[in-house]
């Protein structure tokens, strides 16, 4: 039993054998069976995503003051730069999963120019987009010099440790919106 839940992988791919046999035993259309697995493994990765987003600004972001000084390396050299990873690949995939369950619903364009029937969603995927964007092009750059992943002074490592977290609270501000939109698109 400890071995078991010991091992993270072998956790996860039970989950995935659990799943795939939810899955044949309610047959679900196989037209449809694409998206079905396109729109579980959406939420999976944002999950993921958004999970990473709120531990850095529920947990870590708040609590980094008050840990001291000796044990602050802990968090920036070996807790933050995996959260970080795990944090901006579980973006990229959910914009890849997202993009692909609305092109192969059939309104992927609509969603894009807000159109009527689809203002919902496509409100929800703008801000998801944003979001997106910030963690690849701000909020990682800006880490990486924070966390000494790449060389910087000690002036520009502080500068970009204060953008990267104005962005973090951005997306955690737009998560909000976001979250409603992605939940009761499919309500119409
Ligand atoms: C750019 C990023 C994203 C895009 C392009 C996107 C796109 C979509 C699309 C097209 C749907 C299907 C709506 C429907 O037809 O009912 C959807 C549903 C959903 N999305 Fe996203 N999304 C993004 C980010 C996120 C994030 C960050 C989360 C956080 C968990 C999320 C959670 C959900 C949930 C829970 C659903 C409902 C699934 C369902 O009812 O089938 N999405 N998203």
Same mark, same amino acid.
């Given at each position: 039993m ?6 993270l992988?072998?956790?996860l ?5 659990a *799943? #795939?046999?939810?899955i044949?035993?309610?047959g ?8 079905y697995?396109l ?8 999950i993921?995503?958004?999970? &990473?987003l ?5 947990v ?5 003051p008050?840990?001291? *000084?000796?044990l602050?390396?802990?968090v920036?050299?070996? #807790?933050?730069?995996?959260? &970080?990873?795990f ?5 990229a995939?959910?914009v +890849?999963?997202?993009?692909?369950? *609305?092109?192969i619903?059939g309104?992927?364009?609509q *969603?894009?120019v +807000? ?7 496509g409100?929800?995927?703008w801000?998801?987009l944003i979001?997106a964007?910030n963690v ?6 800006n880490?990486k010099?924070?966390?000494?992943l790449?060389e ?12 990267a977290?104005i962005f973090s609270r951005?997306?955690?501000? &737009?998560? #909000? ?6 939940t009761n698109?499919?309500?119409?």
């Amino acid at each position: 039993m400890d071995k078991f839940f010991g091992n993270l992988h072998l956790v996860l791919l039970t989950g995935l054998v659990a *799943a #795939i046999a939810l899955i044949a035993y309610l047959g679900p259309d196989q037209a449809l069976l694409l998206n079905y697995v396109l729109r579980w493994l959406h939420v999976f990765f944002g999950i993921v995503w958004i999970g &990473l987003l709120y531990y850095f600004n529920f947990v870590q972001i708040p609590t980094m003051p008050s840990v001291p *000084a000796e044990l602050k390396p802990g968090v920036s050299k070996y #807790i933050a730069p995996n959260a &970080l990873f795990f944090f901006r690949w579980g973006a990229a995939f959910t914009v +890849l999963t997202g993009l692909a369950v *609305a092109y192969i619903t059939g309104y992927l364009h609509q *969603a894009m120019v +807000l159109q009527a029937d689809y203002r919902l969603i496509g409100i929800g995927m703008w801000l998801a987009l944003i979001m997106a964007f910030n963690v690849w092009f701000v909020i990682w750059p800006n880490q990486k010099k924070a966390l000494g992943l790449v060389e910087a002074d000690a002036d520009t490592k502080a500068k970009a440790a204060k953008t990267a977290m104005i962005f973090s609270r951005i997306n955690t501000l &737009l998560s #909000i919106p976001m979250l409603y939109a992605m939940t009761n698109a499919n309500l119409g």
